[in-house]
């Protein structure tokens, strides 16, 4: 098997494609490609038989130059310092295709989650928003949800944070539960955006959206919102959909919700009563659909893999699920993909306007979220098709680096550099 592409690597390779397309200095670009600072940290905890454990923690907070540095914090035993560097960096540029005015950061810890109790899993979030406090704030830093963690993490750091900063700081966090500040549609915001990417996609490439069958990779809160919405709101057919336990199949259409509450009651999708057969996660990439959705984790697709893809569009929920060789193959046998840094915008944009509405203390419907929400994901999705036309490239994802680049560059520029 080939080795495993290293995320970092991967982002910095996507930042030099899409640099030969824009005017920014060599010596800049070097401050694009590398985080501004990582925090690693022990972080100590008590466990519930009394014993300590020590669990390592990162924050990378990769680039500020458009805004306070933004993005989630994952507890997953795979994460580590170049993850969180590529995620952060990957953050810079999401943020910078949705124009929202933020820069780019990402937390992790080293941890199986499913191990801890709720205690547990409190004392070390606690411990960890201790740690992140001086560097964190609401003009500063703003973590939010990613993998395995939500809404109850949310408000464990919103909590110690103001407690030790003697205030209220709803806006130090987004994604929080809506009565401690956060915000209607946050929880449905990645799905929502991967859906919308969706239906712009096959208007733009001139197909059916409604006659299409769908493949979801994937099946926390992005991938099975993201096959819920699809199936509801554009009526495609989500045929298969897996997790990290296998994949379940129906050729006549699967019901999208009924899999998640599956899911909800007993930990996987596999045992879906209603699915016709079950295969693996790898027999789920390479089906013969019109949409593939990776929305696990990053290297979900590499090259070898990417050679037997016969879907014909791929909607990246995940951050990062195509390496860069897989991208070199799918654009060569033109099989269209759209970024994550496009497609899965709606978790952080939707955590702008959470953020935005803590700062006034004034609470939006949700019906007013969603609005906006497509209003963010259409334009940046016109956007990115106009500089893929007008710049003549291979792909989205260069398309979709070229216009971040080029916000970057210039609010760079118009700042300029501090000694
Ligand atoms: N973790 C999500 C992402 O990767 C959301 C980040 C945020 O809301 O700040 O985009």
């Not at 205030?167 to 130090?172: F, N, S």
């Not at 680096?401 to 550099?417: C, D, F, I, N, P």
Request: with cysteine; glycine share 10%; hydrophobic share 35%.
């Amino acid at each position: 098997m080939a080795e495993e592409a290293n995320p970092f690597e991967s982002l910095q390779e996507q930042i030099d494609d899409a640099a030969v397309h824009v005017d920014v200095p060599e010596d800049v670009l070097e401050r694009f490609k590398h985080p501004e600072r990582v925090l690693e940290t022990n972080l100590t905890v008590e466990m519930d038989d009394g014993s300590l454990s020590i669990f390592k923690a990162f924050r990378s907070q990769f680039n500020g130059d458009r805004g306070p540095y933004k993005g989630g914090v994952r507890y997953h035993p795979g994460v580590s310092r170049d993850e969180v560097k590529a995620l952060s960096g990957w953050m810079v540029y999401k943020c910078g295709v949705v124009d929202i005015p933020y820069g780019g950061g990402k937390g992790g810890i080293v941890v199986e989650p499913r191990d801890l109790s709720t205690g547990e899993l409190e004392r070390l979030t606690r411990s960890f928003a201790k740690e992140l406090r001086p560097i964190v704030g609401e003009d500063r830093d703003i973590p939010a949800p990613d993998v395995n963690t939500g809404q109850r993490e949310m408000n464990w750091i919103k909590d110690t944070y103001e407690t030790l900063e003697n205030t209220t700081a709803p806006g130090v966090v987004t994604g929080k539960a809506i009565e401690s500040g956060g915000s209607e549609g946050r929880v449905e915001a990645t799905g929502r955006s991967v859906m919308l990417t969706a239906r712009e996609a096959f208007d733009y490439l001139d197909r059916d959206i409604e006659s299409a069958t769908v493949a979801v990779q994937g099946y926390g809160n992005a991938g099975s919102v993201a096959a819920k919405l699809i199936e509801s709101e554009l009526g495609a057919n989500v045929v298969a959909v897996s997790d990290s336990s296998g994949a379940v199949h129906d050729p006549g259409g699967l019901d999208a919700a009924a899999v998640r509450s599956h899911k909800d009651e007993t930990g996987t999708v596999t045992g879906y009563p209603d699915a016709s057969e079950e295969f693996s996660n790898e027999d789920l990439l390479t089906m013969d659909v019109d949409l593939l959705i990776p929305a696990a984790l990053e290297n979900a697709i590499d090259g070898d893999l990417a050679r037997d893809v016969k879907a014909d569009v791929v909607v990246e929920a995940a951050n990062g699920p195509l390496t860069p060789e897989a991208d070199d193959v799918l654009t060569e046998s033109e099989v269209y993909v759209f970024p994550d840094i496009l497609a899965n915008a709606g978790g952080v944009t939707v955590s702008y306007f959470e953020w935005v509405q803590n700062r006034q203390r004034f609470y939006w419907p949700e019906s007013r979220v969603n609005d906006e929400l497509e209003r963010h994901i259409v334009d940046a999705f016109d956007g990115l098709t106009a500089a893929f036309e007008n710049h003549d490239l291979p792909n989205f994802r260069r398309a979709a680096y070229v216009v971040a680049l080029e916000r970057l560059g210039r609010a760079y520029r118009e700042s300029g550099t501090w000694p």
